[in-house]
């Protein structure tokens, strides 16, 4: 994969900050020592198989720092409370203090967590998003949403805590493990669904060059579902109003993550099953034809996405769905696709409908 021109993307937001797609990792030190003059020591999260690929080649930039590498295990149950006093004793450790910077080079875990230890660390200390999975490049790395889990609902604890700057280099992606690229998928197909037909259209036409990787098809793939998550939080940073629709199959995966105990499953699957929870549901209310609905499920499955799920019961997942953050009053607000490439807010379904629509999708 070679690398593209670097675009630099302004995020509106209280606290402007860009986005460098197609950036590269060696080119980060340059753009700190011309941004900041009074950062000393960094400190970098990752996971060791992200590290042992692209940690010296970020650090060829960044000699003239004092450098700490602080090392999470992989998996979604490291996105815990338990890991997050962890990283604040390791920091101390390492004579963290306010001036210091967090880089968070990882997958979305990385980022939600490094970006909340972050947030609260002394109060918050400034933050570097560098995202090296394709859900982090399109979705978690934009925005400035971090949190960790609870046992009792995802991303419970957490904060917009917007970064400096998220430097998305491509060529990360190379050696991603195609189940990862799923995950990524996932959101990508969730951000043309809601916003974006024509790149719901490209997902289906371009199916050959996205599985065999190919280069330049990759590269507009993450710019175009990339554009969509900033034209949606430069809008609405705080989730007011049109950035819940980013959360389309949130309701229904959220309640399988936490279900499963964030084992198990991952979060682009829960997404995957979830969209396919919601287009039934949108068929249901009239907002989808069933073509429209077998669409969205053919894509999913010509990706090799989940779209079923075993061995799980309705109500305990309709139960664990009142933790959900969009909810109001203890009535469920849910997203619906209306057709291909818009959505919509619902606060109209009931238990029974959402009762109808898990059972869509568990066998
Ligand atoms: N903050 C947000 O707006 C937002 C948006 C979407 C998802 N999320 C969160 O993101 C998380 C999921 O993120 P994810 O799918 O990136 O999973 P992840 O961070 O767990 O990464 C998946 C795996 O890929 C490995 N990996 C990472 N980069 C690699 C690379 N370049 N090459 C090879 N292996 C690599 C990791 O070590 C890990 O084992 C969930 O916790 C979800 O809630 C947050
Ligand atoms: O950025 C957002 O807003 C999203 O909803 C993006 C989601 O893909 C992401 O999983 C997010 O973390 C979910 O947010 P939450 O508020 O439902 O925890
Ligand atoms: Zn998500």
């Avoid at 990792?25 to 003059?37: K, M, N, P, S, V």
């Avoid at 306010?98 to 947030?119: E, H, M, T």
């Avoid at 280099?169 to 809601?194: C, M, Q, Y």
Wanted: net charge negative.
């Amino acid at each position: 994969m070679s690398l593209a021109m670097q675009q630099k993307i302004e995020i509106a937001a209280d606290k402007p900050y860009p986005v460098y797609l197609g950036s590269s990792l060696e080119g980060l030190g340059e753009y700190l020592h011309h941004q900041f003059d009074d950062i000393e020591h960094i400190l970098i999260v990752s996971h060791q198989v992200v590290a042992d690929l692209y940690a010296q080649r970020l650090m060829k930039g960044l000699q003239d720092y004092r450098i700490n590498l602080l090392i999470v295990p992989a998996g979604e149950e490291e996105k815990s409370l338990d890991r997050l006093s962890q990283l604040t004793a390791e920091a101390l450790g390492h004579g963290t203090d306010r001036k210091s910077l967090v880089i968070a080079l990882g997958g979305g875990v990385i980022g939600d967590l490094a970006g909340f230890f972050a947030s609260i660390f002394m109060r918050g200390i400034r933050l570097i998003q560098v995202p090296t999975t394709l859900l982090a490049q399109v979705d978690s790395s934009i925005g400035g949403k971090v949190a960790v889990n609870h046992p009792a609902g995802k991303n419970i604890l957490g904060a917009f805590y917007p970064p400096q700057a998220v430097w998305t280099d491509f060529s990360t992606l190379e050696r991603l493990p195609w189940e990862e690229v799923e995950n990524g998928l996932a959101e990508s197909i969730k951000h043309a669904l809601i916003a974006d037909g024509d790149l719901f259209q490209f997902f289906e036409n371009e199916q050959k060059p996205i599985k065999q990787r190919d280069s330049l098809i990759w590269s507009e793939m993450v710019t175009r579902s990339s554009l969509v998550k900033i034209r949606i939080v430069s809008q609405d940073e705080r989730e007011q109003g049109i950035r819940a629709l980013l959360n389309l199959g949130h309701s229904f995966g959220h309640a399988l993550e936490t279900e499963m105990d964030y084992r198990g499953i991952t979060h682009g699957q829960g997404v995957s099953v979830g969209i396919v929870a919601a287009a039934h549901l949108a068929f249901a209310k009239g907002l989808m034809t069933s073509a429209e609905v077998d669409r969205v499920i053919a894509l999913l499955n010509s990706y090799g996405l989940l779209t079923k799920i075993k061995g799980l019961d309705s109500q305990n997942l309709l139960y664990k769905m009142q933790a959900d953050k969009k909810n109001q009053g203890g009535r469920k607000i849910l997203i619906l696709p209306q057709g291909i490439g818009q959505a919509l807010v619902s606060k109209e379904c009931s238990d029974s409908e959402i009762l109808a629509a898990w059972k869509e999708v568990l066998i």
